[in-house]
């Protein structure tokens, strides 16, 4: 089948890139002149703008896949294209959209006879070799003419419409917010692993200090890239993301690099307020949502108030890092 994809980051690039490989006709755009040209290198017509990649568009339905950031990049492409298409066409947005936006674009796109649909998108910058996992929502009849395009990008059964707009990132969501949690148990673990050895290392004795009651216990030295390989092999905590982390480990086991920063760009936010919502109690995703807001120092003035307290009701002063 023919079509427009919008947006050529590390997604969009790799969705591109499988889609000419299973033989489909892709028109590309970006606000990168190289990511373009890097396209149509690989096969794709390139466009300079979204009014060019409608016209390149000579399939009816046309169809144009949005892989650009969640926001107000979307807002202003889903708008631009609701001037452009025709009744019939199909937008589909790929990005990480909360789900309410999803629920309003599809009324307002419905409005003007242009489908619309919400997939959520999982594979990271994988998916161009092993496929992309696809959460679609939106109308069957749009669904059923995209399926061709959702083969080529899927790995076997790694696709499918799961409800009507909105529901595509709904899914999505909860997934993300699963992948916080699942990513944070694993960050968890392998840090325990590494104070195994807290009885090898002197420690002060002072008021301020609590002691390790059993030294003896803790004289560990563990190997964590070992251990996280071994648990890659029959394990019931193996998975994709342990495979990653042993990757991780193999390549610098003490993650030189890394400040430990962790970014969130929405979803574990819109899947802890679902859950507040509905009533449905997801306290481990919510905690894996706030460690990545304390990896990023926003619980600093909470820490400070935690030691001036200290301070005004014991006389505790702050020990040195």
């Given at each position: 089948?023919?079509?427009?994809?919008?947006?050529?980051?590390?997604?969009?690039?790799?969705?591109?890139?499988?889609?000419?490989?299973?033989?489909?006709?892709?028109?590309?755009?970006?606000?990168?002149?190289?990511?373009?040209?890097?396209?149509?290198?690989?096969?794709?017509?390139?466009?300079?703008?979204?009014?060019?990649?409608?016209?390149?568009?000579?399939?009816?339905?046309?169809?144009?896949?949005?892989?650009?950031?969640?926001?107000?990049?979307?807002?202003?492409?889903?708008?631009?294209?609701?001037?452009?298409?025709?009744?019939?066409?199909?937008?589909?947005?790929?990005?990480?959209?909360?789900?309410?936006?999803?629920?309003?674009?599809?009324?307002?796109?419905?409005?003007?006879?242009?489908?619309?649909?919400?997939?959520?998108?999982?594979?990271?910058?994988?998916?161009?070799?092993?496929?992309?996992?696809?959460?679609?929502?939106?109308?069957?009849?749009?669904?059923?003419?995209?399926?061709?395009?959702?083969?080529?990008?899927?790995?076997?059964?790694?696709?499918?419409?799961?409800?009507?707009?909105?529901?595509?990132?709904?899914?999505?969501?909860?997934?993300?917010?699963?992948?916080?949690?699942?990513?944070?148990?694993?960050?968890?673990?392998?840090?325990?692993?590494?104070?195994?050895?807290?009885?090898?290392?002197?420690?002060?004795?002072?008021?301020?200090?609590?002691?390790?009651?059993?030294?003896?216990?803790?004289?560990?030295?563990?190997?964590?890239?070992?251990?996280?390989?071994?648990?890659?092999?029959?394990?019931?905590?193996?998975?994709?993301?342990?495979?990653?982390?042993?990757?991780?480990?193999?390549d610098s086991p003490e993650?030189?690099?890394?400040?430990?920063?962790?970014?969130?760009?929405?979803?574990?936010r819109w899947t802890s307020?679902?859950?507040?919502?509905?009533?449905?109690?997801?306290?481990?995703?919510?905690?894996?949502?706030?460690?990545?807001?304390?990896?990023?120092?926003?619980?600093?003035?909470?820490?400070?108030?935690?030691?001036?307290?200290?301070?005004?009701?014991?006389?505790?002063?702050?020990?040195?890092?």
């Amino acid at each position: 089948m023919e079509i427009g994809m919008v947006g050529l980051g590390r997604m969009g690039a790799g969705m591109t890139r499988r889609l000419l490989g299973g033989g489909h006709r892709v028109v590309a755009t970006d606000l990168s002149a190289e990511a373009v040209a890097a396209a149509a290198s690989a096969g794709a017509v390139g466009a300079a703008s979204l009014q060019e990649l409608v016209t390149k568009l000579a399939a009816r339905p046309r169809v144009v896949w949005l892989m650009v950031p969640a926001g107000a990049p979307t807002e202003q492409a889903i708008g631009e294209l609701g001037g452009l298409l025709e009744r019939g066409d199909i937008v589909i947005d790929g990005g990480n959209s909360n789900y309410h936006d999803s629920m309003r674009r599809g009324e307002q796109l419905a409005a003007r006879g242009i489908e619309f649909v919400d997939c959520g998108v999982s594979g990271g910058i994988w998916g161009l070799q092993e496929g992309f996992c696809l959460m679609a929502g939106g109308s069957r009849e749009a669904y059923a003419h995209i399926e061709p395009a959702l083969r080529t990008l899927a790995p076997p059964d790694g696709y499918a419409h799961v409800g009507p707009s909105g529901a595509g990132h709904f899914v999505k969501m909860v997934h993300n917010g699963v992948e916080y949690g699942l990513m944070a148990a694993y960050a968890e673990g392998f840090n325990l692993l590494r104070h195994a050895g807290a009885g090898l290392a002197e420690r002060p004795a002072d008021a301020e200090t609590a002691p390790l009651a059993h030294p003896e216990r803790y004289r560990y030295e563990l190997d964590t890239a070992a251990i996280a390989e071994l648990w890659r092999r029959g394990s019931v905590v193996a998975s994709w993301l342990l495979d990653l982390a042993a990757a991780a480990l193999r390549d610098s086991p003490e993650l030189d690099g890394f400040a430990g920063r962790v970014s969130d760009s929405g979803e574990g936010r819109w899947t802890s307020i679902a859950a507040i919502e509905t009533g449905a109690p997801a306290p481990v995703l919510t905690t894996a949502l706030f460690a990545r807001f304390a990896s990023r120092g926003e619980d600093d003035f909470a820490n400070r108030l935690l030691s001036a307290l200290r301070a005004e009701f014991g006389g505790h002063a702050e020990k040195p890092a």
